[in-house]
Protein backbone atom coordinates (compact mmCIF):
# COMPACT_ATOMS: atom_id res chain seq x y z
CA UNK A 1 0.00 0.00 0.00
CA UNK A 2 2.73 2.44 1.14
CA UNK A 3 4.48 2.72 -2.54
CA UNK A 4 1.23 2.64 -4.38
CA UNK A 5 0.75 5.67 -2.49
CA UNK A 6 3.77 7.11 -3.06
CA UNK A 7 3.27 6.33 -6.63
CA UNK A 8 -0.36 7.68 -6.56
CA UNK A 9 1.11 11.08 -4.89
CA UNK A 10 3.89 11.12 -7.82
CA UNK A 11 1.32 11.17 -10.52
CA UNK A 12 -1.39 13.08 -9.22
CA UNK A 13 1.09 16.28 -8.75
CA UNK A 14 2.00 16.03 -12.52
CA UNK A 15 -1.97 15.68 -13.22
CA UNK A 16 -3.26 18.95 -15.19
CA UNK A 17 -5.96 20.54 -12.78
CA UNK A 18 -8.93 18.90 -14.08
CA UNK A 19 -7.77 15.18 -13.62
CA UNK A 20 -5.79 15.96 -10.69
CA UNK A 21 -9.43 17.11 -8.48
CA UNK A 22 -10.95 14.04 -10.19
CA UNK A 23 -8.64 11.54 -8.85
CA UNK A 24 -7.75 13.45 -5.48
CA UNK A 25 -11.64 13.36 -4.51
CA UNK A 26 -11.48 9.26 -5.62
CA UNK A 27 -8.28 9.09 -3.68
CA UNK A 28 -9.78 10.47 -0.46
CA UNK A 29 -12.34 7.85 -0.30
CA UNK A 30 -10.00 5.80 -0.23
CA UNK A 31 -6.93 7.12 2.05
CA UNK A 32 -10.19 7.45 4.50
CA UNK A 33 -10.46 3.66 4.37
CA UNK A 34 -6.82 3.28 5.03
CA UNK A 35 -6.99 5.95 8.00
CA UNK A 36 -9.48 3.59 9.48
CA UNK A 37 -7.97 0.15 9.09
CA UNK A 38 -4.43 1.29 10.56
CA UNK A 39 -2.64 3.29 13.54
CA UNK A 40 -0.71 5.87 14.39
CA UNK A 41 3.08 4.75 14.10
CA UNK A 42 4.76 6.53 17.20
CA UNK A 43 8.16 6.02 15.95
CA UNK A 44 7.43 7.49 12.26
CA UNK A 45 9.72 9.97 12.92
CA UNK A 46 12.75 8.07 13.59
CA UNK A 47 12.72 5.73 10.08
CA UNK A 48 14.40 6.61 7.26
CA UNK A 49 12.26 6.73 4.64
CA UNK A 50 9.68 9.82 4.13
CA UNK A 51 7.93 10.20 7.46
CA UNK A 52 6.42 13.45 5.74
CA UNK A 53 3.89 11.86 3.84
CA UNK A 54 0.85 10.60 6.22
CA UNK A 55 0.47 7.35 5.18
CA UNK A 56 3.98 6.61 5.84
CA UNK A 57 3.30 7.29 9.33
CA UNK A 58 1.00 4.44 9.60
CA UNK A 59 1.24 0.57 11.28
CA UNK A 60 -0.79 -1.81 9.28
CA UNK A 61 -0.06 -4.89 11.61
CA UNK A 62 2.16 -6.16 8.94
CA UNK A 63 -0.74 -7.31 6.30
CA UNK A 64 0.86 -4.96 3.60
CA UNK A 65 4.18 -4.43 1.82
CA UNK A 66 6.74 -1.30 1.58
Do not use: C, I, K, N
Amino acid sequence: MRHARDVLDEVVRQLPPRPRTEVEQRLRVLDARYLARTLPDPFAARRQWRSDLWWRRRLAGGREAG
